[in-house]
C-alpha cells in the first residue's frame, strides 16, 4: 500500500489536510488492492491504534511548545531523519516507505464554505522541505490499517497562522461534504483535543465515508518552530484507539533536534 499523500498533510486540512488528503488517496489506490486480497486470501479493530500504539498514560501539556524561537528550515533529506525508525516504534508497528518529494495538491472543495480550511493544502504548498513515511499494522487483518506522518518546514508564524485556522474550522465543522475529482464523500470530526500533546498540538477522530468505504481516523497535529508534525492512524475495521506513544515518540523527536 503507498501513502504518497499521507496522513493528514498539514493541507489536508492543513493540518488536517495532513491526514485526510493522504488517507483519502490511499484509500482510493488500495481499494483494489483489498477487494484481490480478500477473494483469493482474508484481509486499526483497534487497528493501528490498537493496544500496541494506544495508552492510557496522559499526555503532558504545560510549558510553551518546544522550538518557537527557531527559525531555520529543515529540507526534506534532514526531516527524513526526523521520522521514527523500527526501533523507536510501539510494538505492533514497522517502517513502510518513506518519500521527501512534495505531493501535487489535491483540488478538495467542501460544500461549505466555512470549511474549506479543512482541505486547503496550504502548508504542502507552501512547504520548504518534506517528508513522509508510512507504517504497517502487524497485527491488524485489514489490507487498509497502518499508519501515517508526514513533516513540513516552513516560519513559525506561517504555521501557527494555518494551525490556529485549522482549530476554528475544527470548532465550527463537525460534519463536512466534500467533492474530490467528482467523487463525493462526509468527512465527520469529533473528540476534537486541543494541547492534548502539549501546547501548539490537537488530537482529533475523523470518519471518512464515500459510496463504497468507511474510514476511521486518529490524527494529530503539532507545530514545533519551522515544523509541522501531522500523523495518523487509521483502519476500515472500527476507530482506532488513541496512539498515545506513537504521538509522543514522534513530536519528541522533532523536539529534541530543535534544541
Known amino acids: 500500500m503507498t501513502m504518497r499523500k499521507s496522513a493528514a498533510r498539514f493541507a489536508v486540512v492543513p493540518l488536517i489536510g495532513l491526514a485526510l488528503t493522504g488517507l483519502t488517496a490511499c484509500e482510493k489506490s488500495d481499494k483494489k488492492a483489498s477487494a484481490d486480497a480478500s477473494s483469493s486470501a482474508s484481509a486499526p479493530g483497534a487497528g493501528a491504534g490498537s493496544s500496541t500504539t494506544g495508552s492510557t498514560a496522559k499526555p503532558t501539556q504545560t510549558g510553551a511548545a518546544p522550538g518557537a524561537g527557531k527559525t531555520g528550515q529543515p529540507g526534506g533529506d534532514q526531516l527524513a531523519k526526523l521520522l521514527l525508525s523500527d526501533s523507536e516504534l510501539p510494538s505492533g508497528l514497522s517502517a513502510g516507505s518513506t518519500s521527501t518529494d512534495k505531493s501535487p495538491a489535491r483540488q478538495e472543495k467542501t460544500a461549505d464554505p466555512n470549511c474549506q480550511q479543512l ?51 475544527l470548532k465550527r465543522c463537525q460534519t463536512v461534504d466534500v467533492t474530490d475529482d467528482g467523487k463525493a464523500s462526509i468527512y465527520t470530526f469529533s473528540d476534537v483535543r486541543p494541547d492534548r500533546f502539549g501546547p501548539d498540538t490537537v488530537a482529533f477522530r475523523v470518519q471518512t465515508v464515500d459510496s463504497d468505504t468507511t474510514l476511521y481516523m486518529y490524527v494529530v497535529l503539532a507545530v514545533r518552530g519551522t515544523v509541522a508534525v501531522s500523523m495518523s492512524t487509521y483502519t476500515t475495521e472500527a476507530a482506532p484507539a488513541e496512539p498515545v506513544q506513537f504521538a509522543q515518540a514522534q513530536i519528541a523527536k522533532v523536539e529534541a533536534a530543535l534544541k
Not at 497502518?146 to 482549530?167: C, I, K, W, Y
Open 119 to 169: 482541505v486547503s493544502h496550504n502548508v504542502s504548498k507552501a512547504a520548504t522541505g518534506h517528508a513522509e513515511r508510512e507504517y504497517q499494522n502487524a497485527k491488524s487483518s485489514s489490507t487498509l490499517s497502518g499508519a501515517a506522518v508526514n513533516l513540513d518546514s516552513q516560519s513559525h508564524p506561517f504555521l501557527m497562522q494555518e494551525f490556529q485556522a485549522e482549530l476554528a474550522a
